[in-house]
T-cell receptor, first 114, second 110 residues
């Protein structure tokens, strides 16, 4: 049982480069999320998708775009990476609508922007 | 704003001592969840509290939700080395979003 799978696990970018973080879940969950984790800041919500076909902004959406490709997949794109986007990114999913159920997290993607 | 404050930021305890972390919100929460993140790992769900004054136990862990649903605590009795990690609370404000606290990093001195 894979759960939530994120790729890549590590990535180094130069300022201005673009990239997409991929996330897939095999638990038939309705809701999916992207968080970033920075030292001393906890986990901050970037974007979420309450159900297939919908996406909404979280606390820190600037500089990011998302796509809910289907029920399983939710990708996060950085169009023009900046050093401030150096972080660990976590994808998560939940069975029910946001805020009411357990979140299942992927193993994280560590991104460094030089 | 919808913020969840968590203290302390760090806690170092001798193995066998107790540990407590606290979360506070200025507005009423619809629910609160607790997660544990081992060093280098990802957050793992521990529990969810929904009712005012609710207390739940998991072995040596005791979780409480305040009567006003604005605060919560996690207490670990007789810590073990396996308890090492960062503990996060996450508050629900009824608007489809969970707001995470900044976490308490627990280290155990053997």
């Amino acid at each position: 049982n894979a759960g939530v799978t994120q790729t890549p696990k590590f990535q180094v970018l130069k300022t201005g480069q673009s990239m997409t973080l991929q996330c897939a879940q095999d638990m038939n969950h309705n809701s999916m999320y992207w968080y970033r984790q920075d030292p001393g800041m906890g986990l901050r919500l970037i974007y979420y998708s309450a159900s297939e076909g919908t996406t909404d902004k979280g606390e820190v959406p600037n500089g990011y775009n998302v796509s809910r490709l289907n029920k399983r997949e939710f990708s996060l794109r950085l169009e023009s990476a900046a050093p401030s986007q150096t972080s660990v990114y976590f994808c998560a999913s939940s069975v029910v609508r946001p805020n009411t159920g357990e979140l299942f997290f992927g193993e994280g993607s560590r991104l460094t922007v030089l | 704003g919808q913020q969840v404050m968590q203290i302390p930021q760090y806690q170092h305890v001798q193995e066998g001592e107790d540990f407590t972390t606290y979360c506070n919100s200025s507005t009423t929460l619809s629910n609160i969840q607790w997660y544990k993140q081992r060093p280098g790992g990802h957050p793992v769900f521990l529990i969810q509290l929904v009712k005012s004054g609710e207390v739940k136990k998991q072995k040596r862990l005791t979780f409480q939700f305040g009567e006003a649903k604005k605060n919560s605590s996690l207490h670990i009795t007789a810590t073990q080395t396996t308890d090492v990690g960062t503990y996060f609370c996450a508050g629900g404000f009824g608007n489809e979003k969970l707001t995470f606290g900044t976490g308490t990093r627990l280290t155990i001195i053997p």
